[in-house]
């Protein structure tokens, strides 16, 4: 499969509690995303890699959460102290680097469902 | 404020007809506009990428238009068929962060037998 995957795809936890989700990217991707969507809208920007270098976040993102990319390849989105508010599809894409307008089309995965109760 | 907005939450047309979708952005400069397609439960999915310096780009029987005075891109679909049934989103390219994707909230596109 050359797509990107994401694990799991739905997560139902209690407020309070850490989630962690997990992106692996098209393999020969360097650049990986994170956007956040929640019904009716579309999906918002939260932090992107360029190989592990972790080289923007969003001001929305707060410190609650952490993103990691340790090995340049797969990557992590921890949400800690989960509220209700974080309910939402969590999106991993990636993009590959070099020449061209290919380097700005995002392959985006199926996405993590979070249900915070 | 900077904004995307697209023409309507849902659009419900006769299958052959051409669905038309709006998107207007205010107090942004996009490098390129992008539009994908979202279906239930899955992540967007690429169609088209047209540039600052592009009038219209098409393919098969997608087409794209950029009108940067405007500030508006328009994005047809022709003899359109039931399974283009899906939310259709535009997204901006910034030129400020190469990297980031701006988003519309996206309309609902329903083709009708």
């Known amino acids: 499969d050359t797509g990107v995957s994401q694990d799991p795809r739905h997560k139902i936890t209690k407020r309070g509690q850490n989630v962690t989700f997990r992106c692996d990217p098209i393999s020969e991707h360097n650049r990986l995303y994170w956007y956040r969507q929640t019904l009716g809208q579309g999906p918002e920007f939260l932090t992107y890699f360029q190989n592990e270098a972790q080289l923007e976040k969003s001001r929305l993102l707060s410190d609650r959460f952490s993103a990691e990319r340790p090995k340049g390849s797969f990557s992590t989105l921890e949400i800690q102290r989960t509220e209700q508010g974080d309910s939402a599809m969590y999106l991993c894409a990636s993009s590959p680097t070099g020449q061209g307008t290919s380097t700005d089309t995002q392959y985006f995965g199926p996405g993590t469902r979070l249900t915070v109760l | 404020s900077q904004k995307i907005e697209q023409n309507s939450e849902a659009l419900n047309i006769q299958e052959g007809k051409t669905a038309t979708l709006t998107c207007n952005y205010t107090?942004?400069?996009?490098?390129?506009l992008q539009w994908y397609r979202q279906d239930p439960g899955r992540g967007p999915v690429f169609l088209l990428l047209i540039r600052e310096n592009e009038k219209e780009k098409r393919k098969e029987r997608l087409k794209v238009t950029f009108d940067t005075t405007l500030k508006q891109s328009l994005f047809h679909i022709t003899a359109s068929q039931p399974a283009d049934s899906a939310t259709y989103l535009c997204a901006l390219l910034l030129y400020s962060s190469a990297s980031k994707i701006i988003f519309g909230s996206g309309t609902r596109l329903s083709i009708r037998p």
């Open positions: 107090n942004y400069s996009p490098a390129y």
